[in-house]
């Protein structure tokens, strides 16, 4: 804990991370793709928010197909859909200049339904139901480039609450892939290109005069 403050009283740094999440919904491998924003501190503490949905390359077995009233004509294919916005926290355990561990927190709220297109009604989202779930893991990576990092990691989804109109199991481990991009390395990098650019710029001026 007294690292943790420690670290907080440090000046923060932007962060911004791509990740995708394999994991199962009623024994169907899915892909929940993410993205996140948020600051760091002393290369120790992250803390940020961001959205995640999941993907339409998931099995058909996971989508449900409606019917007329009079139970013989076919409406249309509903397509599952499941996404939140996410708040996290992440402490780096092992920080090294070209890769690290972390065990990532994140809290999420959102929705679960299927999304219906038929002809008669147009778009329609049924059997929607507010979620609320925690993710935990442990995630690391590693530094490519200054400003760029790839990493992996595993966990456990649990659904803290579920939609009561579906019936899929929404519980479950969790794979963890993910583009790191170190946005305050990248500004960084601009800001010196800039001020380079500046110098030589100066530089020259005397000999253009003369």
């Known amino acids: 804990m007294d690292s943790i403050h420690t670290s907080m009283d440090k000046k923060p740094r932007i962060i911004f991370k791509f990740d995708t999440r394999k994991s199962f919904i009623d024994n169907s491998n899915v892909t929940v793709f993410g993205w996140k924003i948020g600051v760091e501190f002393d290369k120790r503490i992250r803390i940020g928010g961001g959205f995640n949905t999941l993907t339409r390359n998931h099995s058909a077995n996971l989508d449900k197909v409606y019917l007329s009233e009079d139970g013989e004509d076919t409406l249309g294919t509903g397509i599952l859909n499941f996404s939140y916005i996410s708040y996290f926290v ?20 959102g929705s679960s339904h299927y999304r219906l297109f038929s002809e008669t009604s147009g778009l329609e989202e049924r059997e929607k139901g507010s979620v609320a779930l925690l993710e935990a893991a442990i995630t690391g990576h590693y530094k490519v480039t200054k400003w760029v990092g790839i990493g992996m990691g595993v966990g456990y989804r649990f659904m803290l609450v579920n939609n009561k109109g579906l019936d899929q199991q929404f ?38 005069q003369g």
């Open 90 to 109: 992440d402490y780096v355990i092992i920080g090294k200049p070209k890769w690290e561990i972390s065990a990532p927190i994140q809290f999420g709220w």
């Open 171 to 208: 519980n479950s481990p969790i794979y963890i892939i993910k583009l790191k991009v170190f946005l305050a390395s990248v500004l960084e990098s601009f800001s010196m290109m800039k001020e380079k650019k500046k110098e030589q710029k100066k530089a020259a001026e005397p000999g253009l």
